[in-house]
């Protein structure tokens, strides 16, 4: 018995000392709350192995299904229990290899390899609103782009097209690039075809590819034409009028109130803002109607460029065009050859004539008027037609009200527009 006692000491003595030279036991977790480029992932040391866990944390690879200390390390704490790391600045749609790791004196073990795949890029999501303004050579679109898909909205716009649903042959009008609300003048001369419907819809380009947005849908304007005792062919009404006048006064006839030479970008609008900040360039970017002091050229464009809404050769468009397809403004002289032809020379005979012109007014641009309409001061209305006619700081003008008469009007003035066909 002296002897067999040792031995059975020795052989327990021995079981402990394996016991500690044991590595952690370390169980690997499964991954949470996946993003684009982002994941949570989660390990837990159950057993130290009677030796302190030094270190602790994960492996992971996107190359390699069992990564291990020579890839990619991130360490999280020591000891023993649960921990977890963010993972951050991961590629989007890529799957990747993790297991947990933890480390004593002994050495290190890992736990079973798991797998996850970062999310991938959705489509940007927008909206399109019903079209408004449409005139014969412009209309005004908008939408919204509300969502970018988890991704970065490169390019944002609108899609034009005869087919409900967008095609490549389609009309696309770049707007701008990123989220929030969208718009867009579009001047659409030589572009779209007169009386027809168009579809049209939003549409917004991130990493994931292009969408649209929701289906609306516009008819252009229909052009009707009359022929005078000249023989030439004119719109049967004023640019922006519902309706052929029914009566000298007829306020449904009167139509829109341009700008010398400016294009259609809403300052027609007899409601139009009004501004005092004259524009350099043709285009204004603004609608509003533009004031300028009297003392000054009284023009909305500083310096004045007398090449707009001039007459082109066939199949050209002129500067600023505001007549649809195939019309331009009259020239000084075809205006007052149609007034020789009226059976009195006022705007009664204007009113009797084929082309039913109302007594329309116009829009002073005088700083002080704050863009007043008026409607002359005599027995009968006045109205003053815009022709592409221009001298020195004026355009000419078929103004008829007691009389008629060719007279001379600043360019900043707010005047009617009748076009006649051919360029």
Known sequence: MKIIIPVFLFLIIGCKTQEIENPPSVLTLDVSEISLRNAKISGEVTNEGNSATLDR???????????????????????KGGYSINLENLTVNTPYYYKAYATNSKGTSYGNVKSFTTADFKLATSTTEIPKNITYTTID???????????????????????????????????????????????????????????IHTYAINEKGISYGNEQSFTTLQVTSVTSKTGKIWMDRNLGASQVATSPSDEKSFGDLYQWGREADGHQLRNSETTTITSARDSPGNSKFILTDIVAPVDWRVPQNDNLWQP???????????????YRLPIISELLEEAKTWTSQNSEGAFNSVLKLPTAGYRSSYFKSNGKIFYGDGPLPEAGYWSSTVALNHSYILIFGNSVSMGLDWRGYGRTVRCIQGR
């Open 57 to 79: 944390g994960f492996v992971f690879s996107d190359k390699i299904i069992t990564p291990s200390i020579s890839d990619t390390r991130i360490q999280s704490g020591y000891g």
């Open 141 to 199: 679109l908008f939408g919204s782009i509300t969502d970018n898909g988890g991704g970065n909205v490169i390019e944002n716009g609108f899609i034009i097209g005869i087919n409900a649903i967008p095609v490549t042959s389609d009309i696309k009008l770049p707007v701008s690039k990123g989220l929030g609300e969208i718009s867009l003048n579009f001047k659409n001369v030589n572009t779209l075809k007169l009386n027809t419907k168009y579809y």
């Open 312 to 326: 082109t050769l066939i199949g050209s468009v002129s500067v600023n065009n505001v007549c649809p397809n195939g």
